[in-house]
């Protein structure tokens, strides 16, 4: 269960419209390795996963990604929310327009919809580790991407929040893993249901 708190985990406010930038940011929205895609694979990860501390790692994150995901909408929100037709023409943003107007909707930069297969869930322990690992620098990546294509600070500066954010769990999912198969020598096992779950497997906080 969630408790909703109505304020953005970091706030944004942006002044200047910017289709084409949002264009580009939208891919965090639901492009390959965007939020929603983050929060669906550890919140879906979580109920194979055998060990009750990673489950709860698991759980944080992912409801702090779907935290993410709200800030990524409302910074496409605020950059395309008072365009004129003349703005939207002749832009990147001009087909995204044709199919969503300036609703949000979750799509790459490449003008591909999310698809499910954006978030893996393997139901063994390491594998989803790693893939949680690769997806959080992924992610990085393209918050650096971002920020090599804008100027704006109210756009800057949510998305290094994110992209902190990102190394955060990066770090956070590492030292699971490490602390995993230091506790126990089977963790890495292919069969780790056989396996005593281990307690206070982590003290690392968000």
């Known amino acids: 269960m969630w408790i909703y708190e109505k304020k953005l985990q970091y706030p944004v406010k942006i002044k200047n419209c910017n289709p084409a930038l949002a264009n580009v940011i939208i891919s965090q929205l639901g492009g390959p390795d965007g939020e929603l895609g983050a929060s669906m694979r550890y919140l879906n990860q979580r109920y194979s996963m055998p060990y009750d501390e990673v489950v709860g790692i698991l759980t944080d994150v992912g409801s702090e990604e779907l935290a993410h995901l709200e800030m990524v909408a409302a910074i496409i929100h605020q950059l395309t929310r008072n365009l004129s037709e003349e703005d939207i023409k002749g832009t990147p943003f001009a087909a995204y327009f044709v199919d969503h107007t300036t609703g949000v909707y979750p799509i790459a930069a490449s003008g ?16 989803d580790l ?3 690992l690769a997806a959080e620098q992924k992610a990085r990546v393209t918050y650096d991407n971002i920020l090599r294509l804008t100027d704006d600070p109210d756009v800057r500066e949510p998305i290094k929040f994110l992209r902190a954010r990102e190394i955060a769990h990066y770090q956070r999912f590492g030292e699971t893993k490490r602390e995993l198969s230091s506790k126990s020598p089977n963790a890495e096992s292919p069969h780790p249901r056989n396996h005593k779950r281990i307690n206070k497997l982590s003290n690392v906080r968000m």
């Open 112 to 127: 591909v919809p999310f698809d499910a297969k954006i978030f893996a869930v393997k139901g063994d322990i390491i594998a």
């Open 130 to 132: 790693h893939e949680d």
